[in-house]
């Protein structure tokens, strides 16, 4: 399989995420597409680490995960503090930061 | 074989990621994400990173997943997020910026003139990906990236705790703060709603 097939499949799947922030107002879906998004970016940076024959992309993309797993544990955070607050969970309903 | 099994995964992967944007429920979102990580995982092995795939099963649609899903059975009760359609012109416009994105991603990548794109790559060597290797450059060549993650995670936890936290919470005068008393919230919490919290936060402290 040539390399570029993996590309494809990535840019594909970075084009549903970033649709998908734009069209789902619940923010743990949007969450949700930010984390297929860095999937994608994943998947190419592997893929180039394999055209390329060095590792250091496989490091990245771990590198890109533990990032990933931080901003998912903040933006739950988030959420649940929104829920405790009894605000509504809709990204267009939140316009203020002030709490 | 590996044509097979990359369609397969492809495949896979991309309905999983449809079905995450489309479907309504949330629930259901997360676990479409689980198969298009399952998928990933299978495209990884393919590209010769063992390890890379190891840790998404294991930390992606083990650990992280586990935690959507409590997030989501946590405030799932909501409705009105489900229920409230978004507008026709919004969707099409995002599916419009989503197809330019997509058009311009493929010219800059593909288009670009790398050579090695169209073979199965080059430099291949046995011990490629494997978890050995992995390790060894974290801790030789990666060593401060490695040490940041690993600070980076710390933080992260501490700051979810801090902000998932119990804000002003039982009608206990010693858990009550000047500043909730200035915003006079603690006098309007129904019965239902302490009840909620209190079995949030566990059993009363003694």
Request: proline content about 2%; hydrophobic content about 60%; charged content about 15%.
């Amino acid at each position: 399989m040539s390399i570029t097939w993996y590309l494809v499949v990535s840019t594909i799947v970075f084009a549903i995420g970033a649709g998908g922030v734009l069209v789902r107002r619940n923010p743990l879906v949007i969450l949700l597409c930010i984390e297929l998004m860095l999937n994608a970016a994943n998947l190419s940076l592997v893929a180039f680490a394999r055209a390329h024959g060095n590792q250091d992309g496989q490091i990245f993309a771990l590198i890109v995960m533990v990032v990933a797993a931080c901003e998912v544990a903040v933006g739950l955070g988030l959420i649940v503090a929104l829920f405790r607050q009894r605000l509504p969970i809709d990204v267009d309903e939140l316009r203020e930061l002030q709490g | 074989m590996a044509e097979v099994i990359f369609f397969i995964a492809a495949i896979v992967v991309i309905a999983g990621a449809v079905g995450t944007v489309s479907l309504r429920n949330p629930f259901y979102s997360v676990l479409a994400l689980v198969c298009h990580l399952l998928g990933l995982a299978a495209l990884f092995l393919l590209l010769r990173a063992e390890f890379i795939a190891a840790a998404q099963v294991v930390v992606y649609a083990g650990a992280v997943m586990v935690l959507y899903m409590f997030v989501v059975a946590y405030v799932g009760g909501d409705r009105r997020a489900l229920a409230a359609p978004v507008s026709g012109r919004l969707k099409a416009l995002s599916a419009l910026f989503a197809g330019a994105l997509f058009v311009e991603l493929c010219i800059a990548m593909i288009g670009s003139t790398v050579g090695v794109l169209d073979s199965e790559g080059t430099g291949f060597f046995r011990a490629f990906g494997t978890p050995q290797e992995i390790g060894r450059l974290l801790l030789t060549d990666f060593l401060l990236a490695f040490e940041l993650a690993s600070i980076l995670l710390l933080i992260a936890a501490v700051g979810a705790v801090v902000l998932a936290r119990r804000r002003s919470g039982t009608e206990m005068a010693g858990d009550l703060s000047v500043a909730d008393v200035l915003r006079g919230t603690h006098g309007t919490r129904t019965p239902a709603e302490l009840e909620t919290q209190a079995e949030a936060a566990g059993p009363a402290r003694r």
